[in-house]
């Protein structure tokens, strides 16, 4: 160590970086090497476009060098097509790193985001809060009756009526301040608990300044928006004519809290659609079928440097293997399922590939249950044998190589069917197991080991540390899980996601229904003389409430009739960014109208009942 530099910024693709080290030019002639990335900073003014050109010309010249100086060790001409390879250079701004797909070869590095994830949950927000204001709306209407009196008292003794305004503003930004201040303190209490985790940037406000400036930047203007067509309503009534009728009554005005109460049930349904096809698509993932027995399978991370020659890794293996409790035991060279770890850079019949590739002890196939299609599989002496060998999986051999082709740095001896080893989001993509000593000099320091029936996992995990230990007291076993939980990692922020959106959903339907409870506490009120009159007439209980009912089933039904189009396009989207994803299935919009209607009529029933039970005699008598 040279020097200590500045912790990278936490909120960055940058931020698990804890050390540097200088590589010289090392691979800068190496032109199969192309996943690797390069940072460059550029000249002010500097022209990108430009600079790619230049870039993309010098690669053409280290190409030709390369292929011209291992013709005569391959033994074999190089055509011209390969000695013309063009390979354009992209640049990309460091802050379009983490939403840019084709930084996914370095994945392991720079964690790459979903844009349509984090526009999602933007979407998700921003609808949440239009149901606030229009629930904010709605009962400011449904106080207008009330309020309206002492309006027209104030106008009367000479209140302006601009002054009247802004204090109707006023008490809006005054609810807007209050809320920012409880989202605060939710925001602390939060930071300790385990809702922190599904945050990946810090809950401290101090850390989070330019969001807070947004957010109130977005307060204010909700409440401006929510607080300004209500001021004006309520201020505009003639005094001498206030008296004669009131917005509960006009037409217009109960088409309009209809209207905006119909936004809150569209939103509300497609939430819930939304919310249960990301369930469906966990569960989804959660049993598909990914190729390989990954059933009772324990890792963990051992980075012994004796484990580099194969004598004492057999010793290691060898003693964990005597353990009655484990079955078998291999490794790797780093994680099996990732996004990508290792990809070569390689061509195959005129096509430029990225392979992606695993450095795996020679029995690592056999432990996870994977076939061999063609060829045949690794056998005990290529661990210790110098020659590397490879085999391919069915989609590198669909595309044009064969057993005993060379694929550099090894010859291919096997096929094997095509296997999930990244999460579902990606598609199936050219893959090789790489076994050999005289390419990969680094231990195999993750080990896979599959368990025998009826294990004891906390004597098993102790057993392995106490070997680990005797083997190489100067290494220590870390970062033990079972298979299943490593691959359940790479669906962790989709996880995390769906369990947003989910809160999200209960939190508009739960808005949303307060704004339902508000309304039909209002019109109930409003219309006791006419259910007095209907129990006179005859109207039992269930008739009142059926007319009560009877208005919100029909406006939730055509707000789902709305919202299901819509949602099915919003989910097709989403489920559009998983290379395997589940069929939409149509019991999903049955049950988000079931759970809007049925929810809804309790409200209403539950709002109605006392009315519809009143003796109209108390009604005829406070009227």
């Known amino acids: ?53 230049l870039w993309s010309d010098l690669h053409l010249s280290i190409n030709r060098d390369y292929l011209e100086r291992m013709a005569p060790i391959w033994g074999e001409e190089i055509s011209e097509e390969e000695l013309n390879d063009e390979r354009a250079c992209t640049l990309i701004p460091l802050d379009e790193l ?7 070869a370095n994945a392991d590095d720079f964690p790459v985001g ?30 207008v009756p009330v309020r309206l009196r002492s309006v027209n008292i104030l106008k009367v003794f000479g209140a302006p009526t601009r002054s009247l305004r802004f204090s109707f503003l006023f008490e809006a930004f005054g609810f807007m301040l209050l809320a920012q201040l409880c989202a605060w303190y939710v925001a602390i209490a939060l930071k300790g608990t385990e809702f922190a985790s599904y945050v990946s940037s810090s809950l401290a406000l101090v850390d989070n300044l330019p969001v807070l400036g947004i957010s109130l930047g977005v307060s204010f203007v909700a409440a ?10 309520i201020t505009s009534f003639n005094p001498a004519m206030a008296a004669k009728g009131s917005f509960v009554g006009s037409t217009a005005g109960r088409h309009f809290r209809t209207a905006l109460l119909g936004v809150q049930f569209i939103i509300a349904i497609g939430l819930i659609v939304f919310s249960l096809c990301m369930l469906q698509q966990q569960r989804y993932v959660r049993r ?99 020659t590397v060998r490879v085999i391919v999986n069915d989609l590198l051999a669909r595309k044009g190589l064969k057993i005993g082709d060379s694929l550099d740095p090894g010859e291919v001896i096997g096929i094997y069917p095509d ?34 029936a009826g294990f004891d996992l906390d004597a098993v995990c102790e057993g392995i540390r106490e070997k680990a230990r005797k083997f190489d007291p100067g290494s220590e076993v870390s970062d033990f899980q079972f298979f299943d939980e490593e691959i359940e990692a790479q669906y962790a922020r989709e996880r995390r996601i769906t369990t947003i959106i989910g809160l999200f959903t209960v939190l508009a339907v739960v808005i949303a229904l307060m704004g339902v409870f508000g309304i039909v506490l209002f019109e109930t009120q409003h219309r006791r003389r006419e259910v007095a009159i209907r129990k006179v007439m005859g109207a039992t209980t269930q008739e009142v409430l059926r007319l009560f009912n009877r208005r919100y089933v029909t406006l ?16 097709d989207r989403w489920l559009g960014s998983f290379a395997y994803r589940t069929p939409i299935r149509w019991w999903i919009f049955v049950a988000a109208f079931a759970v809007v209607l049925l929810v809804t009529v309790a409200t209403v029933t539950f709002c109605s009942w006392r009315t519809a039970n009143e003796n109209p005699a108390n009604c005829v008598k406070s009227e």
């Open 1 to 53: 160590m040279i020097a200590i530099y500045e912790d990278l910024p936490a909120n960055s693709s940058f931020a698990h970086i804890v050390g540097l080290q200088d590589v010289g030019d090392q691979d800068l002639d190496a032109p199969y090497n192309w996943s690797i990335c390069y940072f460059v900073r550029l000249h002010a003014g500097a022209d990108p476009e430009k600079v790619s050109r």
């Open 98 to 104: 983490y939403f840019n797909r084709r930084v996914d």
């Open 114 to 143: 979903s844009a349509t994830l984090t526009y999602s949950l933007l979407s998700v927000a921003v609808l949440v809060i239009l149901i606030a204001l229009i629930n904010f709306v709605n009962f400011f209407f449904a106080l």
């Open 224 to 233: 401006l928006i929510a607080g300004s067509f209500p001021a004006w309503y």
């Open 288 to 386: 598909f079928d990914l190729g390989f027995d990954h059933e009772q399978v324990l890792t963990f991370y051992f980075p012994s440097s004796k484990l580099t020659h194969p004598d004492s890794f057999d010793s290691f293996a060898s003693s964990l293997q005597a353990d009655p409790q484990i079955a078998e035991v291999t490794a790797s060279g780093n994680r099996f399922v990732a996004e990508a770890i290792s990809v070569f850079g390689r061509k195959i019949n005129d096509e430029n590939v990225n392979i992606h590739v695993r450095f795996v002890r020679s029995n690592f196939l056999d432990v996870l249950s994977i076939p061999v299609l063609a060829g045949e599989s690794f056998k005990p002496e290529h661990d210790r044998d110098s």
């Open 419 to 452: 296997i999930h080893y990244r999460p579902l989001q990606y598609p199936t993509e050219p893959f090789a197991f790489i076994t050999g000593t005289s390419y990969w000099p680094l231990p195999m320091s993750r080990f896979y080991v599959r368990l025998a």
């Open 556 to 571: 939730v039904t055509v707000c789902f009739i709305l919202a299901a189009p819509v949602g099915y396009w919003i989910v």
